[in-house]
């Protein structure tokens, strides 16, 4: 498996916006579906966005549509959260993923690598 490097991570005040990246190496078969998820404390690890890599589909969770928009540079083999309107919910660590089994993204789908995880802070 290879490796995946989270950035952009940070502090931010209610309604800023903030950039996430995810280095991905060393990955010697082809990425298919890459995605974002968030753990807040206390609470479950759920899905924030994913993207088909050969298609381009997007998905996004409720909560973040119109706010967050995923996005893949494949020059550089790096993934991409643009967080716009932060909100005080959206305090979490958020963990980049890649996935080489399939060939497109799948609903509720586990993926098989994980980043180390980056921390999102928004005050209010």
């Known amino acids: 498996q290879g490796q995946l490097v989270e950035s952009g991570g940070g502090s931010v005040q209610a309604g800023g916006s903030l950039r996430l990246s995810c280095a991905a190496s060393?990955?010697?078969?082809?990425?298919?579906?890459m995605g974002w998820f968030r753990q807040a404390p206390g609470k479950e690890r759920e899905a924030v966005a994913r993207?088909?890599?050969?298609?381009?589909?997007?998905y996004y969770a409720d909560s973040v549509k119109g706010r967050f928009t995923i996005s893949q540079d494949n020059t550089k083999n790096t993934l991409y959260l643009q967080m716009n309107s932060l909100e005080s919910e959206d305090t979490a660590m958020y963990y980049c993923?890649?996935?080489?089994?399939?060939?497109?993204?799948?609903?509720?789908?586990?993926?098989?690598?994980w980043g180390q995880g980056i921390l999102v802070t928004v005050s209010s």
């Open positions: 060393g990955y010697t078969v082809r990425v298919y579906c």
């Open positions: 993923a890649a996935d080489t089994r399939y060939p497109y993204c799948l609903p509720g789908m586990q993926f098989e690598s």
């Open positions: 993207i088909s890599i050969a298609s381009g589909t997007t």
